[in-house]
């Protein structure tokens, strides 16, 4: 590699490991750089290596049996910044979700993102979002203690697998010739909405609205979980600086990339997710973060019902009017 080439590489490698540590799910195609094979080949195994690196270094909290009051059951989830256990607080006898940060407490960006989540998540009482009952730290690894929800993100409804305790709806999302499946769908973006209405008439953006942060039970119900990203309409948050795209990109409304979200960004972010149940597809397919960018910037998608007729008209025009590119085109608020 030429010089230049070994800068590159050094400075990929600490922008992929940085967005491992916060929990966004870094994908390493999206990280190697135009060129040839052989270049490719020597930047993957060496982001391979970084992610190796980062899942040993960060996984020991998998050994901890109880972390203060909490005794570890089992595992239920994971992401780059945290994993989710099944948990029995004892000193109550209650069941809970136990979010537990995996990145060191020198880490100070990530654990100020996770003690920003607890602090945000625990002001919110509403049905259709998950509730906090406390935070704490053992021996240096911080902690989450949520209510638990017997079911599953609804990510799960674009996988063909069944799973064991899925609600019965997520059969009914996957299968286009369900007749009761599009008013399913409707259900869960008027719930998720009546959600984001409670959340910003209290001056809490969620910022990654997205199929893996909606939860459903097993009555079928949709509740909005981790507020890792979100941020106060009221403060100018450190964590947030111009520029710097967070959530998920499939997700993330044009404004993003200039470093603005607002109530309307997370409306965008809903009618993704809508669109995404509605047709099974994503909106733009962009196989590198350069060509979705570009496609999210200025390419408008085939509306859900051109992909889908039997997504009815009124339905076909909410979700498209969510998702314009101009946030003052899109809905003015949640509960409109």
């Known amino acids: 590699m030429t010089p230049k080439d070994e800068r590159s590489l050094v400075d990929v490698c600490r922008r992929f490991e940085k967005a491992w540590l916060l929990g966004e799910g870094p994908v390493i195609d999206d990280y190697l750089p135009e060129g040839s094979d052989t270049l ?10 970084v992610a190796s690196e980062l899942e040993e270094d960060h996984s020991t909290v998998a050994a901890y049996e109880r972390l203060g009051d909490y005794r570890i059951i089992r595992e239920i989830g994971r992401g780059g910044m945290a994993r989710v256990y099944e948990a029995i607080q004892e000193s109550l006898g209650r069941r809970v979700a136990l979010k537990v940060l995996m ?3 020198t880490h100070e960006e990530g654990v100020q993102r996770f003690r920003q989540e607890a602090q945000v998540a625990a002001r919110m009482h509403h049905s259709n979002i998950v509730a906090v009952h406390g935070v704490g730290q053992e021996e240096g690894v911080h902690y989450l203690a949520m209510e638990l929800i017997e079911g599953c993100g609804l990510e799960r409804a674009f996988n ?18 369900d ?10 973006g008027f719930e998720v909405a009546e959600a984001l209405a409670y959340a910003h008439a209290r001056g809490v953006l969620h910022r990654d609205i997205k199929p893996a942060n909606l939860l459903m039970d097993q009555e079928g119900n949709v509740l909005v979980a981790d507020f890792g990203l979100a941020k106060s309409l009221r403060e100018d948050s450190e964590l947030t600086k111009s520029g710097q795209l ?3 990109l499939q997700y993330a409304p044009p404004e993003a990339f200039d470093g603005i979200w607002d109530c309307q960004s997370d409306l965008y972010s809903l009618g993704m997710t809508l669109y995404r149940l509605l047709t099974l597809c994503h909106a733009f397919d962009g196989q590198d973060q350069t060509v ?7 390419k408008v998608p085939p509306s859900p019902r051109g992909l889908n007729e039997s997504v009815p008209r009124d339905l076909d025009t909410i979700v498209t ?3 314009e590119k101009s ?3 899109r809905y003015q608020g949640a509960r409109a």
């Not at 063909?160 to 010739?177: M, N």
């Not at 007749?179 to 869960?188: M, N």
């Open 40 to 49: 490719h080949q020597t930047f993957r195994e060496e982001l391979q290596m």
């Open 103 to 105: 990145i060191p407490s």
């Open 160 to 177: 063909e697998d069944t799973r064991s305790g899925e609600p019965a709806l997520i059969a009914k999302l996957r299968d286009r010739d």
């Open 179 to 188: 007749p009761g499946r599009i008013r399913a769908i409707a259900r869960i």
């Open 246 to 248: 967070l959530g998920t």
């Open 292 to 298: 979705l960018v570009r496609q999210i910037m200025d």
């Open 321 to 323: 009017k969510a998702m």
């Open 327 to 329: 946030p003052s085109h």
